[in-house]
Structures are given as structure tokens and as C-alpha cells.
């Protein structure tokens, strides 16, 4: 079961890397070459709601994206490090609609809002997809079939 771990500063710029990464990693395992792009665009989806994520909540830690193979199949998991409280990441603490919010509050929502919009497209992307949300922070894992050397 090899392993492959970035971790990358919750910039913007960095989610390229991680995609290309992601690209090459998913391609030497086996992932069919033409689900290669499905790959790409969702783990760029994933990373950005993380950074995202990280941005909006003052979160200073690594984006944290795990590429595993294992026998036929491979995954990538994205984790952020935003906690749930009370059932409720701390982002979306946030109500969607007030009347006289701040800027930051503001931003807040609207990641909350892209976040949102960022499952949907991995869920389209993807066929195999789990979004679990901890204490410590959210994973999405996302696995796709391998063909057999």
C-alpha cells in the first residue's frame, strides 16, 4: 500500500501542484488514462474548498492530501483542519443571511457557499466519495479503480 502525503500552505497557487501531483501519482498506479482529468479537476475542487476553508477560518496549518494505492483501487483523501462544533464545521457557524454583516462575515459565507458548490462537483466527478467531518477537522476521500499491471 504505498503512500504519498503533501502538504502544502492553504495558498491558492499551491492547488495546481497538488493536482499535477495528484495526476502523476493516480497515473503510475494504474488509474485509467482516460479518468485522468475526472482526477485532476476533483482533487483541485478538494484542495481549493480546504484552502478555502483554512483561509476564511484563520487556520495557519497544512492542507493535508494523501495519495494511496492499494490493490485495485486508488484513493485521495484532502483534509482540512477546521473542527466541528456541535455538528457544524466551524465555517458554516455562520448564518447565510444577515441583515448588517461585516466583510469578513461576508467571506465567511461565501466560502461556506463555495465549499458547498466544491462537493457537489466532486460528487459529479466522482463516483466513489466519502465527506467526513471530525473533531480535529473534514476528509474527503475520493477512490477510483485501478487496471492491473
Not at 495528484?22 to 476533483?42: F, I, N, S, T, Y
Not at 469578513?104 to 459565507?109: H, K, L
Request: glycine share 8%; with cysteine; hydrophobic share 40%.
Amino acid at each position: 500500500m504505498p503512500t504519498v502525503e503533501l502538504l502544502f500552505s492553504a495558498l491558492p497557487e499551491h492547488v495546481r501542484t497538488a493536482r499535477l501531483v495528484a495526476a502523476a501519482v493516480a497515473r503510475r498506479a494504474g488509474v485509467d488514462e482516460a479518468v485522468l482529468d475526472e482526477v485532476r479537476l476533483a482533487v483541485g475542487e478538494a484542495c481549493s474548498r480546504a484552502v478555502g476553508l483554512h483561509r476564511s477560518s484563520g487556520v495557519d496549518t497544512p492542507v493535508r492530501v494523501l495519495l494511496t494505492e492499494d490493490e485495485k483501487k486508488f484513493s485521495i483523501s484532502v483534509g482540512d483542519e477546521i473542527p466541528v462544533v456541535d455538528g457544524t464545521a466551524a465555517q458554516a457557524a455562520v448564518p447565510s443571511a444577515r441583515p448588517e454583516s461585516s466583510p469578513d462575515e461576508a467571506e465567511s459565507t461565501e466560502a461556506e457557499d463555495e465549499g458547498q458548490m466544491g462537493l457537489a462537483v466532486i460528487s459529479g466527478l466522482v463516483d466513489d466519495v466519502e465527506v467526513i467531518d471530525g473533531e480535529n477537522g473534514g476528509l474527503i476521500r475520493m477512490t477510483w479503480p485501478t487496471t492491473a499491471p
